[in-house]
């Protein structure tokens, strides 16, 4: 049997109120219909006791009890209290980061691409009064170095990088947080160290499987951005134009800098001019940043081209049976582009214990107004949860 409640949240009204509606999981279409001609709503799905078999129902509750006020607001800017590299191998070494209470609850944040790095901004999804927030930048990403570097450089790798660098920091067990490429590393180092991970939270859901490559670098996403894919398509050759993936590798491999520059600008700008539901200059100007493109670019290429080092294409839906104890919140906007919501929908029914919340008026971004919100939101409910069990 599956006891479950959808919510639809207006976000748009004062952070100091709530206002929920229960909708049963059978109301007519039309009368759903009602309730999204505002902007700013959210469909908010939770497992509230669930089992493999039955029907959809909804079960009485207190909703005042399951879901107090929650802070929706990003927390004020503030600065690392430690620093630090970690050698996690002969070639590489990463860089890390905490901020927020050194005694409170550990939480590490997994940033996208793979290549995209960590910013300031991604400390403001936490409490800095509960929790000690772990920034980590992957192998040849951000500040870790060497720049942009593919030797040994595999999701695998980077799931023991995070295991390395929780026994550095003498942390027993952690939170663990991540959007796009971010929720992709998320699961896969929840399912090889599920004894580790006290929740997770998930954002732009990517399972790194052919057909949601295919979707965004083979023309799918150009159906929706077609003058922004143009720049992206032109760059290659007509005759090399069967596979995306493939002819932007060779470039950004290429011996020639030159060559390597450009193809690492128009991947970059590609990814960065669809991130958002209404596309933002500050993003898309992250393509004319060469280091960072070409970080960007050539990891992230390099992953997509050798299928995310996964043993078979479903490899993390495959797995979630070890994982799906843990409390977890998915966030997807509706109108993602980079990772279409398809994803989020084949993981959610994979994983109805998961609270599953998707964002009606956004795309892709972490900044976006409703993800964001949603993020500390999920955050909050989980510091609430282990201040309930006494931690």
Same mark, same amino acid.
């Given at each position: 049997?599956?006891?479950?409640?959808?919510?639809?949240?207006?976000?748009?009204?004062?952070?100091?109120?709530?206002?929920?509606?229960?909708?049963?999981?059978?109301?007519?279409?039309?009368?759903?219909?009602?309730?999204?001609?505002?902007?700013?709503?959210?469909?908010?799905?939770?497992?509230?006791?669930?089992?493999?078999?039955?029907?959809?129902?909804?079960?009485?509750?207190?909703?005042?009890?399951?879901?107090?006020?929650?802070?929706?607001n990003l927390y004020p800017e503030i600065e690392p209290y430690g620093t630090g590299f970690l050698k996690v191998s002969d070639i590489h070494t990463i860089y890390w980061e905490q901020s927020g209470n050194p005694n409170g609850h550990p939480v590490v944040f997994l940033h996208g691409g793979p290549g995209g790095g960590t910013s300031p901004n991604n400390r403001r999804f936490f409490d800095p009064e509960f929790y000690r927030i772990i920034l980590i930048d992957q192998r040849g990403a951000g500040k870790s170095t060497p720049h942009a570097c593919l030797e040994e450089?595999? =999701?695998?790798? !980077?799931?023991?990088?995070? &295991?390395?660098?929780? /026994?550095?920091? +003498?942390?027993?067990?952690?939170?663990? @947080?991540?959007?796009?490429?971010?929720?992709?590393?998320?699961?896969?180092?929840?399912?090889?160290?599920?004894?580790?991970?006290?929740?997770?939270?998930?954002?732009?859901?990517?399972?790194?499987?052919?057909?949601?490559?295919?979707?965004?670098?083979?023309?799918?996403?150009?159906?929706?951005?077609?003058?922004?894919?143009?720049?992206?398509?032109?760059?290659?050759?007509?005759?090399?134009?069967?596979?995306?993936?493939?002819?932007?590798?060779?470039?950004?491999?290429?011996?020639?800098?030159?060559?390597?520059?450009?193809?690492?600008?128009?991947?970059?700008?590609?990814?960065?001019? =669809?991130?958002? !539901?209404?596309?933002?200059? &500050?993003?898309?100007? /992250?393509?004319? +940043?060469?280091?960072?493109?070409?970080? @960007?670019?050539?990891?992230?290429?390099?992953?997509?081209?050798?299928?995310?080092?996964?043993?078979?294409?479903?490899?993390?839906?495959?797995?979630?049976?070890?994982?799906?104890?843990?409390?977890?919140?998915?966030?997807?906007?509706?109108?993602?582009?980079?990772?279409?919501?398809?994803?989020?929908?084949?993981?959610?029914?994979?994983?109805?214990?998961?609270?599953?919340?998707?964002?009606?008026?956004?795309?892709?971004?972490?900044?976006?107004?409703?993800?964001?919100?949603?993020?500390?939101?999920?955050?909050?409910?989980?510091?609430?949860?282990?201040?309930?069990?006494?931690?």
């Amino acid at each position: 049997m599956c006891r479950g409640i959808i919510y639809v949240q207006n976000l748009s009204i004062p952070s100091t109120s709530s206002h929920f509606s229960l909708l049963p999981f059978h109301l007519p279409t039309k009368n759903i219909l009602k309730f999204t001609e505002k902007r700013n709503l959210v469909i908010r799905a939770q497992s509230i006791d669930y089992k493999s078999k039955g029907k959809h129902r909804v079960a009485p509750m207190d909703l005042k009890k399951e879901h107090p006020l929650l802070n929706r607001n990003l927390y004020p800017e503030i600065e690392p209290y430690g620093t630090g590299f970690l050698k996690v191998s002969d070639i590489h070494t990463i860089y890390w980061e905490q901020s927020g209470n050194p005694n409170g609850h550990p939480v590490v944040f997994l940033h996208g691409g793979p290549g995209g790095g960590t910013s300031p901004n991604n400390r403001r999804f936490f409490d800095p009064e509960f929790y000690r927030i772990i920034l980590i930048d992957q192998r040849g990403a951000g500040k870790s170095t060497p720049h942009a570097c593919l030797e040994e450089n595999t =999701t695998w790798d !980077l799931v023991e990088d995070i &295991e390395k660098l929780r /026994k550095h920091l +003498d942390i027993a067990e952690w939170q663990v @947080f991540g959007g796009s490429w971010g929720s992709t590393l998320s699961l896969a180092y929840s399912q090889s160290y599920p004894e580790k991970v006290t929740g997770i939270v998930l954002r732009g859901i990517f399972l790194l499987r052919k057909k949601e490559i295919d979707w965004f670098y083979e023309g799918g996403a150009a159906a929706i951005f077609p003058d922004f894919w143009e720049s992206f398509r032109d760059l290659i050759p007509e005759d090399e134009r069967g596979c995306f993936v493939e002819a932007y590798h060779k470039r950004l491999s290429s011996d020639d800098k030159e060559i390597q520059n450009a193809a690492a600008k128009a991947w970059t700008k590609w990814e960065m001019m =669809t991130a958002h !539901l209404l596309p933002n200059e &500050e993003n898309i100007k /992250k393509g004319d +940043d060469g280091d960072f493109s070409l970080a @960007f670019a050539r990891i992230e290429n390099h992953y997509f081209f050798n299928k995310g080092f996964f043993a078979s294409d479903s490899y993390l839906l495959d797995n979630l049976e070890k994982i799906k104890h843990i409390p977890t919140t998915i966030v997807q906007g509706r109108y993602d582009v980079c990772c279409p919501m398809m994803s989020a929908w084949d993981l959610h029914k994979a994983w109805p214990e998961a609270d599953f919340i998707v964002v009606a008026d956004a795309g892709h971004s972490a900044n976006e107004p409703g993800i964001a919100a949603e993020l500390v939101a999920a955050n909050e409910k989980l510091k609430n949860k282990m201040k309930e069990a006494g931690h």
